[in-house]
């Protein structure tokens, strides 16, 4: 069946430090990959997505790039800010069009 | 114009009561869901609909049921409140298809007490 595997947190960065959350998942098919932003207190917002191999989703300075051959979706920032502390979700939408969530990973960035 | 909305945003209750949490959207999508976020931030499905059909349905308690008077509102009823059943509830919605991505509302803090 379909999953997604994210890395466990939580994780604390200093400000200006590069950042990796990795994400692998499993499918049948051909899925589309998401992130997912949770900031506190709020809903999930949309980070950025990425619909077929190879492609490279980015958006507010965070990027990831479709692996089908790793099955991976890691999510990178170069320079990560305060504001940028949240909870961050990996998903999977496949072609039965229900989504798979991470268990997400929580980010703390510390000035 | 906040695309979807859920209300109340905080509901603090005693066991055993009924409630309800109203869940709308005015981006004219074609299916809503409900999810429950557990104190560990972890998402599980509860429902969703698509055209008023029921199209996904987890193994939730029924003690859950969720109501849907259009396309554009999804609610969920809990009858007799149990301690477990407190969480963070949210309502999104999507246009379907494997493309696109799901917009949440933000969210209903529910307390059991």
């Known amino acids: 069946g379909n999953s997604v595997t994210q890395m466990e947190g939580p994780v604390t960065l200093s400000e200006e430090a590069f950042l990796t959350i990795n994400c692998t998942y499993t499918?049948?098919?051909?899925?589309?990959l998401f992130w997912y932003v949770q900031y506190p207190g709020e809903g999930l917002q949309l980070l950025l997505k990425a619909t077929k191999a190879d492609d490279k989703g980015s958006n507010k300075g965070f990027e990831a790039t479709y692996r089908k051959e790793t099955t991976s979706f890691h999510l990178e920032k170069g320079s990560v800010q305060v504001s940028d502390s949240a909870v961050y979700f990996c998903a999977l939408s496949d072609t039965g069009n229900q989504f798979y969530f991470g268990t997400g990973t929580s980010l703390t960035v510390i000035p | 114009d906040t695309a979807v909305s859920q209300t109340p945003k905080y509901l603090v209750t005693q066991m055993g009561n009924d409630k309800s949490i109203k869940c709308e959207q005015n981006?004219?999508?074609?299916?809503m869901y409900w999810y429950k976020q557990d104190s560990k931030k972890f998402l599980k499905i509860m429902f969703s609909?698509?055209?008023?059909?029921?199209?996904i349905n987890e193994t939730v308690p029924n003690r859950f049921s969720p109501k849907s008077p259009d396309k554009a509102h999804l609610n969920l009823h809990i009858n007799s409140l149990e301690l477990g059943d407190s969480a963070v509830y949210f309502c999104a919605s999507s246009q379907g298809g494997v493309h696109y991505g799901y917009t949440f509302g933000s969210g209903t803090r529910l307390t059991v007490v």
């Open positions: 981006l004219g999508h074609d299916t």
């Open positions: 609909y698509n055209n008023k059909e029921l199209i």
């Open positions: 499918a049948t098919g051909y899925p589309s």
